[in-house]
């Protein structure tokens, strides 16, 4: 049975829109994509899988579509959603800050109750500091970098998926057992 799901993305110059386009490809479902800009928030309730993707910009700020929408998440339930998560950055030049937005959704996801699926090893990447990383020591989801690592991303776009799919699927067996 198909999964329920959307892609619901913010983006500046198009790439974090590029990559939601490449997971829709991926996904090999029938699957919503969403720009969060004049989105109506409540189609953020209207999925049973929702996969997030943020930009970080100037010095680790959330993009701005997802900034003006930011505490209006707090009207929304979110409670024991699942929610999977990628951020896009620049290691090099924003190495101090890399994909720091990415950090400040899952925060505030998790915050509200939300299930975070889709973590992500830090390795592979060469950056300073990061808010995008959990307790675990792991990117809170996939980080993703077009600026310097583009020819990664559908690599690690392929192997994200389904890891995503894997741990959804585990977290509804659970639910039905
Ligand atoms: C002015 C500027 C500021 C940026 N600041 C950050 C940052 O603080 N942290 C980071 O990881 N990437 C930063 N980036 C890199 C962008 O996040 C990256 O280019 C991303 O792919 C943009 O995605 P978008 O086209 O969807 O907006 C910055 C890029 C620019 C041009």
Redesign the pocket.
Known sequence: MSINAAIIY????????YIADLMKKEWNEDIDVHNVLNMDLAIFEQYELLILGI???????L?DDWDEIFEDLETLNFKDKIIAIYG????Q??GL????ALGALARKLLSQGAILIGEWPIEGYQFVESLGINDAGNFYGLAL???WQSELSEERIKTWLTQVKTEFGHLQQLKVA
Do not use: I
């Open positions: 913010g983006t500046e110059t198009g790439n974090t829109e930009p970080s910009w100037y010095d680790g700020q993009q896009l950055g620049d290691q030049d924003w800050y890399f994909v720091d970098d077009e600026d």
